[in-house]
């Protein structure tokens, strides 16, 4: 079943071109120039009464959440909401009924989740799953939704099911965009570019080696700091929540200008800042960050697209990946800090596909 790969964390990321190419297969429509989906349940009539819509998940779900809120303002221009399940399940927010709920899991299973979409359920909300796991409780408990087909995901880290989780987000994005305000040349345009992400996806694995010799010469830190902003936000936070979960280190992620608001106050030598940048319209205000932090001594790692020769210049250490429009670069970036994350956790001899304290789902409250 491993093959050639020493872990199944390791073997699930090399699997991504693969089961992203499966998350889309027969989904996108290049002459409705729209995403196709067989069990959403609900008609274009239904959904163009949605005012709102609000994602509940946990851990790597709730991150990849983060990134469908930002892909759905913007592409489709419905205002999204990101709530962690455990606390909307105790929580009573005013929601009204053109609100629409979205439980993003791998496993189907996770018990904070599934309460969320029940207790959403009870009031009357439609309720839809982003879900892995083929006929898991929450798939059947759900009024429709959205499977990943990521195929099984062993590893107790999400790697896989997490970049197929963004990549449907974009897609629901461009479905739900094209029932309102994006133009058909727009829609195309948007499918040749989703179009690429498995090959992209290819290349970023390309900085495997690259990745090694990092996680060689930082794998002793007891600190890290993530940082990016807009669609590299919540790639930050997932980085860093890798990082924790395989290797015990600590690490934060957050938005870059956030750390003048305190987290700076972290840095030092000992403690390395991941900042992920590739090209786009934030680029440079992402730069001026990456200079407060090298001008207090920190150590720079950068997560950047090829050809970028300036960050060079600037970081103490460069791992390029492709680049693409800013709504992927959230399944192209987490490539890297994947296999950050797995080398450093196996140069400290921690058990990657079963860390300590975890399982893999978490079927407890
Ligand atoms: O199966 P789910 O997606 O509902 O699981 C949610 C979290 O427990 C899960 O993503 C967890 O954070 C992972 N270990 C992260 O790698």
Redesign the pocket.
């Known amino acids: 079943e491993l093959k050639d790969y020493d872990h199944y964390m390791l073997k699930e990321i090399f699997e991504q071109p693969e089961s992203l190419r499966n998350t889309m297969r027969g989904r996108l429509s290049e002459d409705m120039a729209t995403a196709v989906f067989g069990g959403l349940n609900l008609t274009p009539q239904d959904l163009l009464k949605v005012k709102r819509i609000v994602f509940t998940?946990?851990?790597?779900?709730w991150h990849s959440a983060m990134v469908g809120e930002y892909l759905i303002e913007e592409i489709a221009q419905i205002p999204v909401e990101v709530e962690y399940a455990s606390e909307l399940r105790y929580r009573n927010p005013p929601m009204d009924e053109s609100t629409l709920i979205f439980a993003?899991?791998?496993?189907?299973?996770?018990a904070d989740?599934l309460a969320a979409l029940r207790e959403m359920k009870r009031k009357g909300h439609p309720t839809m799953a982003i879900c892995n796991v083929v006929g898991s409780s929450i798939a059947q408990e759900a009024d429709g939704g959205i499977y990943l087909h990521a195929g099984p995901e062993i590893g107790?880290?999400?790697t896989k099911?997490y970049s197929s989780q963004c990549l449907a987000l974009t897609l629901l994005a461009l479905y739900l965009g094209r029932l309102r305000h994006l133009s058909y040349n727009k829609g195309r345009a948007m499918i040749e570019r989703i179009k690429e992400v498995p090959d992209l996806v290819e290349k970023a694995l390309e900085s495997n080696t690259k990745c090694r010799e990092v996680a060689e010469k930082y794998k002793d830190c007891n600190n890290f700091l993530y940082l990016g902003r807009h669609y590299n936000f919540p790639t930050a936070l997932e980085g860093a929540?890798?990082l924790k979960?395989i290797s015990y280190i600590h690490a934060e992620g957050y938005p870059a200008a956030e750390m003048k608001h305190g987290p700076i106050a972290l840095v030092d030598e000992q403690t390395p800042s991941v900042f992920v940048m590739p090209h786009g319209f934030i680029y440079e205000k992402v730069m001026s960050n990456l200079e407060e932090i090298k001008a207090r001594g920190g150590p720079v790692i950068a997560i950047a697209a090829e050809g970028d020769e300036r960050i060079a210049e600037v970081a103490d250490d460069v791992i390029y990946i492709p680049q693409t429009v800013e709504y992927l670069q959230p399944i192209v970036s987490a490539i890297p800090l994947q296999l950050l994350s797995y080398h450093i956790a196996v140069l400290r001899g921690c058990d990657v596909d079963k860390p300590r304290n975890?399982a893999k789902?978490?079927t407890v409250e």
């Open positions: 998940a946990c851990g790597t779900s993003i899991t791998q496993s189907g299973e996770t989740t107790v880290a999400s099911a929540l890798k979960e975890l789902s978490v």
